[in-house]
Each structure stands twice: as C-alpha cells, then as structure tokens.
C-alpha cells in the first residue's frame, strides 16, 4: 500500500467541505477536513500536509490571516495552498497572492478543474509525488502495482517497508528524523517506540542492498536517515 499525498481543506461550510474531501479521496488523496484556522494551524504543526486548500471565509481566524502565518513562516512557507475565494472577494484574491497563496480557484468551481489545479501545483512543488514510479539508479518502486525491483530482480518487502522506502524515494537526499518517519507512515495518533523505526530500517537495508553491493540508507548521527548522501 503506497502513502497518498495528504491534503488539508480548511472549510467551515460542510456541504462544500465534504464534496472536496469526496472527491478528492476519489482521486487518490489522504484528506483531513478542518473547520477553522486554529485548528488547521494545529494540525500543520503536528504534520506536514503535501497541500493545503483554505477558504478565505472562516470564523475567528481568516483565511487571510492563516495564508499569512503559513507563508510567513519558515517552517510552513514552501507548503503549497490554493485559495477558494467567492468572485465578489477580488481584494482578497489579489492580498492573497501577495501573501504568498500558490494559486486561487474561485466559487462555484468545477471539481474537475480543481483536482487539475491542485495536480498541477503538487507536480510544480514536489514531481515525484504524483508520479506513478520512484526510482533511484537501479532500483524501482511502482507506487499503484506495489512493486520494488533492482534492475529485472523483484524485491519482497513487507507494507511497512514499501512505504518506508517510498517516503525514502520521494526526496532521496532528505534527511529524516524518526519523529518524522513515524508520522509519515504510522501517523501521529498510534503510539510506536522509536525504535521501532530502527528495525524497519534494517530489513529494508538487508532487502535493498542484499546482493547488489550498494549502500542505499544512510543514518546521519543525531538526525535520522536519508536514502542516499549528499556526496
Ligand atoms: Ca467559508
């Protein structure tokens, strides 16, 4: 089982909240609803969404304040967000992109050119999440068939593993703490010794590198792990 892009729509009116989560899942995504700005600025400290969709129209906070803290910090800045605004907001369209907002789509929108733009913002952001395939020289994970090959060999990893190295893949130079690969793949409400983490990443070296004499994986004393260095 691949890990899904996660979206966060931050929507205070249900019915348009509950067609984007539908469609959205629909296509492919993991979505967290939220319905005001308090709560979307607390869910983007607990975990990273790869987009964000936010209303302009919000109680207490406003949407155009949340797009300032997002964008104005450096924690959350390179986060993408598309902002759903209503044609009469046209100031607040204009505040918004200088705010730092990626894109706008106004209401009432087509669904099918909001699944486009939020497709064509993930890929300017971040290609290799939407790709179908992650590679890295010889090695090969096809996210919706779930396999892993080297070269014409077929790997067999267990679903904590194919995720592991999917999240590893998708920025191959990243370094990430365990704290960070625990969220990604087990999320933050379910309690897992860091630990944990550790023996995952030793089968999947053993299975990945067995064999091939390569060295993929590398632990970055006091940080955590990347799948290649940056030499
Ligand atoms: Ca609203």
């Given at each position: 089982m691949a890990i899904k892009p996660l979206v966060y729509v931050v929507e205070d009116e249900e019915a348009i909240s509950f067609l984007l989560s539908y469609n959205l899942e629909k296509a492919g995504f993991q979505v967290v609803t939220l319905q005001n700005g308090e709560e979307a600025l607390l869910h983007i400290a607990e975990k990273t969404p790869d987009i964000i969709l936010l209303?302009?129209?919000?109680?207490?906070?406003?949407g155009i304040e949340l797009c300032r803290r997002i964008k104005g910090s450096d924690k959350t800045k390179s986060i993408p967000l598309i902002m759903l605004t209503a044609r009469s907001e046209e100031q607040d369209k204009i505040l918004g992109l200088n705010l730092g907002a990626d894109d706008y789509i106004v209401k009432p929108f087509s669904i099918n050119e909001l699944l486009a733009r939020v497709k064509a913002l993930l890929r300017r952001a971040n290609?290799?999440?939407?790709?179908e395939q992650l590679s890295y020289e010889k090695l090969v994970l096809h996210k919706h068939e779930n396999w892993v090959k080297h070269g014409d060999i077929q790997l067999h990893l267990g679903p904590i593993e194919f995720k592991l190295l999917q999240f590893l893949l998708t920025k191959p130079k990243n370094v990430y703490s365990r704290e960070q690969i625990l969220n990604a793949i087990w999320g933050h409400d379910v309690f897992i010794d860091e630990r944990t983490i550790d023996v995952h990443i030793g089968r999947l070296r053993k299975i990945i590198n067995k064999d091939f004499k390569t060295h993929y994986i590398r632990t970055v004393r006091g940080r955590g792990y990347s799948f290649v260095g940056d030499e």
């Open positions: 209303d302009w129209m919000l109680p207490k906070l406003s290609p290799p999440l939407l790709a």
